[in-house]
């Protein structure tokens, strides 16, 4: 069971929007910065977002993140195809001392 | 361009040591504030973080690893590495090392904030 908690699975049209949470607690999202990797099965995890919002150079602006007290959403706009993989959030967690992975979430673009 | 290769044996006995090397390219491990961290991912599951070491050697660990797992740091290869003792088949997975981002508040880090880059993975299975 993660401490993070994330939808399995998400899909939505070609073109259309889709947002993925994760949910933790006042120890770890309520108090630090969220990041957003993707994978693409059979490959490394990618940085996506990072400090909540932030996007890496060569992420493209479909890609959004936000945070609002223990919930963190990532956004993706203009779905493509290329963009079904698996998703994680991930964040320090105080409580623990360690550093906390959602259970991913798997896009289906249909 | 920063580069991170993972190294080691795919197949480890149980109740043996796994040991893996992580080489970085494109940068030195000791010219930078970032730490450099080891994560395992199990075949089919989601991700899990095993601990970060920074380049004077200062480790921190999951504490549901840490009777387990030793990282150490080698500047003059560039090099970080991972020990896992007394494996089991609950530890197949890949294995995966990247870049960490730390929040620091005077000399303690209070909190990572990131992993980037990643290395490719290297599966490493248990098995007799």
């Known amino acids: 069971q993660s401490v993070l908690t994330q939808p399995p699975s998400v899909s939505a049209a070609p073109g259309q929007k889709v947002t993925i949470s994760c949910s933790g607690s006042s120890s770890n999202i309520g108090n630090n910065y969220v990041s957003w990797y993707l994978q693409v099965p059979g490959t490394a995890p990618k940085l996506l977002i990072y400090e909540n919002n932030k996007r890496p150079s060569g992420i493209p602006d479909r890609f959004s993140g936000s945070k609002s007290g223990t919930s963190a959403t990532l956004g993706i706009i203009g779905l493509q195809t290329g963009d079904e993989a698996d998703y994680f959030c991930g964040t320090w967690d105080n409580s623990l001392s360690a550093w906390v992975f959602g259970g991913g979430t798997q896009l289906t673009v249909l | 361009q920063l580069q991170l290769q993972e190294s080691g044996p795919g197949l480890v006995k149980p109740s043996e040591t796994l040991s893996l090397t992580c080489t970085v390219s494109?940068?030195?491990?000791?010219?930078?504030?970032?730490?450099w961290g080891w994560i395992r991912q199990p075949p089919g599951k989601g991700l899990e973080w095993i601990g970060n070491?920074?380049?004077?050697?200062?480790?921190y660990y999951s504490p549901s690893l840490k009777s387990r797992v030793t990282i150490s740091v080698d500047t003059s290869k560039n090099q970080f590495s991972l020990k896992l003792s007394s494996v089991t088949a609950a530890d197949t997975a890949v294995y995966y090392c990247a870049r960490s981002d730390p929040t620091i508040f005077g000399v303690v880090v209070i909190s990572f904030n990131w992993f980037d880059p990643w290395g490719q993975g290297t599966l490493v299975t248990v098995s007799s």
């Open positions: 070491v920074y380049y004077n050697g200062g480790t």
């Open positions: 494109g940068d030195s491990i000791s010219s930078s504030s970032y730490y």
